[in-house]
């Protein structure tokens, strides 16, 4: 993927294009990502989660996960310590440590090395992964595909606008 077509993929964030586009095109070989099917599904998710390339921390505190024994975080600050971060806002701390050991990163003592370019981009191919997610792209399941990534269907406009601007560009 070029730095120009990541630009028209989320023009919001063209200005991050030149750093990304390397690094997600990584990402997207090292994880297995490999067909525009699962590229466009992929970058339209990354799309939503990171507000085209805005944000690698969820806005939120992270509040509202302090306590979610369902994500690992028992300990008091733990939601906090483990919000959302990385391009597909990973979240809690058994979601950190897992993704810690497959990326051979200590994201449990240091939960904000998510926020790094080359972090955000490898833990959003790494859930990616680890979730099975190809299987819906592959389907172009894409509501199932936003309810396994975030539990739910919000942002699902949203994530849907971007996933057909995406596959135009990528001539689907």
Not at 12 to 18: E, V
Not at 26 to 51: K, N, T
Not at 96 to 113: F, I, S
Not at 158 to 167: E, F, P, Q
Request: proline residues 3%.
């Amino acid at each position: 993927m070029t730095e120009t077509e990541l630009a028209l993929m989320m023009p919001y964030g063209a200005s991050r294009a030149k750093l990304y586009a390397p690094l997600l095109t990584a990402a997207m070989e090292e994880f297995g990502i490999d067909s525009e099917r699962r590229q466009a599904a992929f970058l339209a998710q990354v799309c939503h989660e990171s507000g085209s390339l805005l944000y690698t921390a969820e806005i939120a505190t992270g509040s509202a996960y302090e306590g979610r024994k369902d994500l690992g975080n028992t300990s008091p600050g733990d939601g906090k310590r483990y919000k959302g971060r990385g391009l597909i806002q990973l979240t809690g701390k058994d979601n950190y440590r897992t993704c810690g050991a497959a990326l051979k990163l200590d994201l449990v003592t240091n939960p904000k090395l998510l926020e790094e370019p080359e972090a955000a981009c490898r833990s959003a191919g790494w859930f990616w992964r680890f979730k099975a997610l190809n299987s819906f792209a592959d389907q172009d399941a894409f509501g199932s595909l936003t309810r396994a990534i975030n539990g739910g269907y919000r942002g699902l406009d949203d994530r849907i606008s971007h996933w057909l601007r995406i596959r135009r560009i990528l001539g689907l």
